[in-house]
């Protein structure tokens, strides 16, 4: 059973960059699908980005495509959501989220096992 952990949060200035980092306890993702999904105050939980488990295909939300990209280490032991150009709407808090041989879906209950989340802020 993967345990997703995240780290590398944050406060930044508008226009900065931050890496969040997504480990597991299982020390691999190999076998999941892995996502990052945000929700901010008051807000429903959003899709970010997602990476899959088979061909590492990537698919991002139209709100951060082009400056965000997630990628995987060549083990597979850690996702990683590089953060550029950000924006103080893109405060929230982040989750790495993941599913067995799932598909690369941009739907939260698609996805079995979810981080604790991290707090990425940015000042304007």
């Known amino acids: 059973q993967v345990q997703p952990v995240e780290s590398g949060g944050g406060l930044v200035q508008a226009g900065g960059s931050l890496r969040l980092s997504c480990v597991t306890s299982?020390?691999?993702?190999?076998?999941?699908?892995t996502a990052w999904f945000r929700q901010a105050p008051g807000k429903g939980r959003e899709f970010v980005a997602a990476i899959s488990w088979s061909d590492d295909g990537t698919s991002y939300s139209d709100s951060v495509k082009g400056r965000f990209t997630i990628s995987k280490t060549n083990d597979k032991s850690t996702v990683y959501l590089h953060m550029n150009s950000l924006k103080s709407e893109d405060t929230a808090v982040y989750y790495c989220a993941a599913a067995w041989r799932g598909r690369r879906s941009q739907r939260p209950h698609d996805y079995y096992y979810w981080g604790q989340g991290t707090q990425v802020t940015v000042s304007s």
């Open positions: 299982e020390r691999t993702f190999g076998n999941y699908a």
